[in-house]
């Protein structure tokens, strides 16, 4: 018998070159390609770039030390430094980083750089002026969040929910059998159930779409302490304000080192509910698939299983509903993380707002396979049908709530209709044909008499097809 010493071991070198760890930047990586032009390592750096050559731009506009403004050719050049941020700029840092160990101190040595060979030398020493890391950090973080969300994530959210509303209003008619505890209820239609979740995603869209992009711009402990030092005469919580609110953003005057973060914990904890209220949609529609109420539409050339050729999986749910749930607790651990620092600065927060693109990638797939999952299923009508056709007993609200009624305004002697009904369809299955004769028998007026027995499971949904259309 060979021992396991004996077996020669297998190699544990790759001939691989690097691969990407994360499915984002693997398989998936075309559906959340664009969240990379705002949230990746490259997207921040840019972004950098951006305040340190506006916060520039700022200072010379002002005349501070003895600076006149620049013109407008050399306004042009130097913003040109982050439009045309590009491979040789991220090439730049990655070696400059290798060397200082800090990322943003490289994009100050880039800015720098190029102040040099624009010819702009004169201003050279504003570059970062009385700035700590986190005032570039926390503007770069809510320009590129604030962008990735506003022009990439909430456009797609929109699309989803816009698909809801039109599948609502679609099947705002198509009476189906409710299952409440899983169990037959009150009918109601597909299309109203539909537009709840529409309803509830606008809710939280709205709040979204309110959200606030904070940044500070206070020096080192929030102070301005460096700054007022350079130039005591200065208004500087102004030019900040103005400098802040100028690219977009909200200003936040009272701070420690970091800006506090909390506009990103709400925005999170939001992103978070629609993704909760969203996974909810993927089970439920699931769920309505496994029921034979929503047929799949074939994909020419799609394998549903590697065995049996019948099956059709409903794959982009389920996909949906792993994302969903990977992205929530992403978003759960952001929030949770960022709300607090270690007096006035510790490290936590610089790692964990790296994964912030996870986060939204992850959501992301899951809002592109929602999408196409919407578009890949059709209404199978008659199954809905032939499931309310076996279920009249649902109609016993209906009945046991008229005799109320009927008694209510003395039109009948009946005592405890609620029992009565319960006695009758509890734990059985009662066909339409036992309903109407027992309607029939009922000591209620004729008026009543005849509503009920107009009834069906079909026909019981209420006002469930107006509250879809506003009709």
């Known amino acids: 018998m060979t021992r396991a010493a004996d077996r020669p071991r297998r190699s544990t070198v790759s001939n691989f070159p690097a691969q990407p760890l994360s499915p984002l930047d693997g398989r ?21 770039v951006e305040v340190e050559v506006e916060w520039l731009i700022t200072l010379t506009d002002r005349g501070l030390f003895g600076q006149s403004p620049l013109s407008d050719a050399e306004k042009d050049s130097l913003r040109a430094l982050y439009r045309d941020f590009g491979q040789a700029e991220i090439d730049w840092l990655a070696e400059r980083e290798a060397v200082t ?33 986190e005032d570039v950090n926390s503007t770069s973080y809510a320009l590129t969040v604030q962008r990735a969300v506003t022009q990439v994530w909430l456009p797609r959210l929109r699309q989803v929910i816009e698909r809801l509303r039109a599948v609502s209003v679609e099947l705002a008619d198509a009476a189906m059998l409710a299952r409440t505890h899983g169990q037959p209820a009150t009918p109601t239609t597909m299309g109203k159930e539909i537009a709840v979740f529409a309803w509830r995603l606008e809710r939280v869209l709205t709040q979204l779409e309110s959200s606030e992009y904070l940044a500070k711009f206070s020096g080192a402990t929030g102070t301005w302490s460096a700054h007022l030092a350079a130039d005591p005469d200065a208004d500087w919580v ?26 990103q914990v709400e925005l ?9 209220i969203l996974h909810n949609l ?57 709300v607090t620092s270690r007096l006035q600065r510790d490290l936590t927060d610089s790692t964990t707002q790296r994964n912030i693109g996870v986060a939204f990638g992850h959501s992301l797939l899951a809002l592109d396979n929602l999408l196409r999952g919407l578009g890949e299923i059709s209404l199978s009508r008659e199954v809905l049908l032939a ?45 339409g044909a036992d309903l109407a004769e027992f309607v029939r028998g009922l000591d209620i007026g004729d008026a009543a008499k005849e509503r009920l027995l107009a009834l069906t499971p079909a026909t019981y949904t209420g006002l469930a097809a107006s509250l879809v259309t506003g009709a």
Do not use: C
């Open 101 to 133: 160990r800090h990322d943003v101190k490289a994009v100050e040595y880039l800015v720098r750089d190029r102040l040099s060979s624009l010819g702009l030398d004169r201003i050279a020493e504003l570059t970062h002026f009385a700035l700590t890391s």
């Open 268 to 276: 999170y904890d939001r992103a978070r509910h629609a993704g909760g």
């Open 282 to 338: 993927a089970t439920d529609v699931w769920t309505y698939i496994s029921l034979g109420y929503f047929a799949q539409i074939p994909v020419a050339g799609a394998t549903g299983s590697s065995t049996m050729p019948h099956k059709i999986n409903p794959i982009r749910f389920e996909n949906a509903e792993a994302n969903l749930e990977i992205a929530g607790g992403l978003f759960q651990t952001l929030a949770a993380t960022l």
């Open 238 to 263: 102004e030019i900040s304000r103005g400098f802040v609110e100028g690219l977009g953003l909200g200003f936040n005057k009272l701070t420690t080192q970091i800006e506090s973060h909390d506009w």
């Open 387 to 431: 499931d309310l056709d076996t279920n009249w007993e649902v109609l016993a609200e209906a009945i046991q709530t008229v005799i109320r009624a009927e008694v209510v305004a003395g039109r009948s002697q009946i005592t405890d209709p609620y029992a009565l009904l319960k006695e009758l369809t509890r734990g059985h299955r009662v066909g």
């Open 28 to 48: 998936y990586q075309a559906a959340v390609s664009a969240l990379g032009d705002f949230l990746s390592e490259a997207g921040l750096n840019r972004a950098r």
